[in-house]
């Protein structure tokens, strides 16, 4: 038969160091400000860079790397998006909260 223990509290912050204090106070702050944000904010997933120069987007993504050579094509030429992997996050008119990712087409098409 299974035997139930008291539980013990999973965070003991009266027993807690101080530098872990710390960052617990600096993860909460983050987290409310955070969630804060996305109440009071509209949040856009931004997918629109297909086709787009990478020099052009470079500050909001960053590149994605594959295993095989991405090719051009007639659409996406060398040093073009051709694919997100991950899009931008960030609030409707102001700056990105997080870096999308971007596959970067990296070579000529081979005949």
């Not at 999973?10 to 807690?16: G, H, K, R």
């Not at 040093?79 to 996050?89: F, I, N, T």
Request: some cysteine; proline content about 2%; overall charge neutral.
């Amino acid at each position: 038969m299974l035997e139930i223990r008291e539980s013990k509290r999973l965070l003991d912050y009266e027993n807690a160091t101080l530098d872990f204090r710390k960052k617990m106070e600096m993860f909460v702050e983050c987290l409310t400000k955070s969630c804060w944000l996305r109440t009071i904010s509209t949040v856009v997933l931004n997918f629109n860079v297909v086709g787009q120069k990478f020099d052009a987007i470079k500050d909001r993504f960053v590149k994605f790397s594959t295993q095989e050579k991405v090719e051009a094509t007639e659409d996406a030429p060398v040093g073009y998006v051709r694919l997100v992997a991950w899009p931008c996050l960030h609030l409707e008119n102001e700056g990105y909260l997080t870096k999308g990712e971007v596959v970067v087409v990296d070579q000529t098409k081979l005949n």
